[in-house]
């Protein structure tokens, strides 16, 4: 149980176009969805959190209309990197927790963003 | 606010030898504490978690970790690794009644024959 799922694994992109990818949660209802991202030899950088019918909280430093996080349904959690750049390209990790007791987060498989 | 620290970038370990990867956490609040597995090119897989009673937790594939308060650490131990442990592992924590997961910066298992 408690499976995440995300698409695209990966995606190539030019610069200065938009690209969206959607996290699921398979079996469960989420709640409350998380977005990191994952620099190369580097730990998760938490962009966001979502809570369902929400605006997303963003952390410090990270722009806002730049990343869109939409959490439209409770198994659905949405990032689109608007009017991506070289320096977008990364890993992109969206978790999903359900309930308010539990603290445990379950992680998709990534997606990785190259921007040319 | 809390941080983790994940003293060894990476740990080169022969197969069926055991292995310790540390982690020693920072909070002024209670905390909950994670490891976290990523195999190349995945996303993370939770290994094990310690949320309250035993300090010691174990994972199904052989992996425990001890929670200490005193030391605030929380080190990953397994008595015999195998080829397939080779990965990254995450420590990770969360102050009790949020969920907002705080990472060390990684910790590579290189498991050789």
């Known amino acids: 149980g408690a499976v995440v799922s995300q698409h695209p694994s990966r995606v190539i992109c030019k610069s200065g176009t938009s690209v969206k990818i959607e996290c699921r949660s398979l079996d469960f209802q989420a709640t409350t969805m998380f977005w990191y991202r994952q620099f190369p030899k580097k730990s998760l950088m938490l962009m966001a959190t979502?809570?369902?019918?929400?605006?997303?909280t963003y952390e410090q430093g990270v722009e806002k209309d730049k990343f869109l996080i939409n959490h439209a349904s409770l198994t659905l959690s949405t990032l689109t990197v608007t009017s991506a750049h070289p320096e977008d390209s990364s890993f992109y990790i969206c978790?999903?927790?359900w309930g308010t007791g539990t603290q445990t987060q379950y992680f998709g498989p990534g997606t990785r963003l190259l921007v040319l | 606010a809390q941080s983790v620290t994940q003293l060894d970038s990476q740990v080169p370990v022969f197969e069926e030898a055991p292995v310790e990867l540390r982690c020693n956490y920072s909070?002024?609040?209670?905390?909950?504490l994670f490891w976290y597995v990523q195999y190349p090119n995945q996303g993370l897989q939770l290994l094990l978690k310690?949320?309250?009673?035993?300090?010691l937790v174990e994972s199904i594939n052989g992996f425990e970790a001890e929670f200490n308060k005193s030391q605030t650490s929380f080190h990953l131990r397994k008595p015999s690794v195998h080829i397939s442990d080779t990965a990254e592992y995450f420590c990770?924590?969360?102050?009790?009644?949020?969920?907002?997961?705080?990472f060390g910066t990684g910790t590579r298992l290189l498991v050789s024959p």
């Open positions: 909070s002024s609040v209670s905390v909950y």
């Open positions: 310690y949320l309250s009673g035993s300090t």
């Open positions: 990770a924590v969360t102050p009790r009644g949020f969920q907002k997961l705080v």
């Open positions: 979502s809570n369902e019918g929400s605006k997303a």
């Open positions: 978790s999903a927790s």
